[in-house]
Every structure is written in C-alpha cells, then in structure tokens.
C-alpha cells in the first residue's frame, strides 16, 4: 500500500519537476548525439542532474540521509502547497522525510547531527540544490 502510493507521488513529483525543467524542443532536437563528451561537459551534466549524486567521497549514511530529509523537506512545501497530491501521498511523503530524518541520527549525539544538518546546509545553501537529490531519495525507498 505504502509502496504503490511513494511510487505515484514518486510519479507525480518526477513529472512536476520535469514539466518544470524542460521545454518544448523540436523533434529533431531530441534526437541523441553522437558526439563525444569532454569531462567538463560530463561534470556540468552530473551538476544539473535530477537525482542522486552526493560530490563528497567521505559522505556518511548520516550526511547522505540528511541530505535526503533536506531535499525532501525542499520541494515538500512546494508540493504540499499545491492541489497536486492527495491526502494520502502527502502522508506518505511526510513518512518518507521521517524515515530520512530518523536515518540522519542513527548513532549521533543530538550535537552531532546538528553538525551534520549544518555541513549539509553549508555545502547545499540553496533550496534548488538540495531538492535536485529528491527524486534519487524517493526512488531509494521504493
């Protein structure tokens, strides 16, 4: 039951944050290229992509789930605030933040995952960079 509604918010999240980030292109334009890709071209694409992909190689289970509960907690307001979600996938949502948010104190002192919440904030100011790993967080509890 759980499953089957994260999986329709997951659906309706992913298609409000695609109808948000793209736009009408000519068919021809869709097309896949066959060109070659720099590494520079390879790190903007990871930076502007949907999902997740923590930049920190020293990232612990901690750090990562509360980027998760951020992220989450980042485009939650947005959503909720709409008349996009139901009842229901609002509340399993909020059961969704709950799992990250109880993930991101798993051994830590209460000073610690203030810690980890401030190191989070720090390297993701920006409401928009937190919610882009949403959508990865979502498909992980699925």
């Known amino acids: 039951m759980i499953q089957s509604v994260l999986r329709a918010s997951l659906a309706s999240a992913a298609t409000l944050m695609l109808t948000a980030c793209s736009a009408a292109t000519d068919v021809e334009e869709q097309q896949p290229s066959q060109a070659e890709f720099s590494a520079e071209d390879k790190r903007v694409a990871q ?53 990250y948010q109880n993930r991101a104190g798993v051994g830590l002192t209460t000073e610690e995952r203030e810690k980890t919440r401030s190191d989070v904030e720090a390297a993701y100011p920006e409401t928009k960079d937190r919610a882009r790993f949403a959508m990865g967080c979502l498909r992980d509890l699925v």
């Open 47 to 99: 930076a502007l992509s949907i999902g997740r992909n923590v930049e920190r190689a020293d990232a612990t289970p901690q750090y990562e789930a509360m980027l998760c509960h951020l992220a989450l907690e980042a485009i939650g307001e947005r959503l909720e605030n709409t008349d996009l979600l139901t009842s229901e996938q609002i509340e399993v949502f909020e059961k969704a933040k709950a799992i």
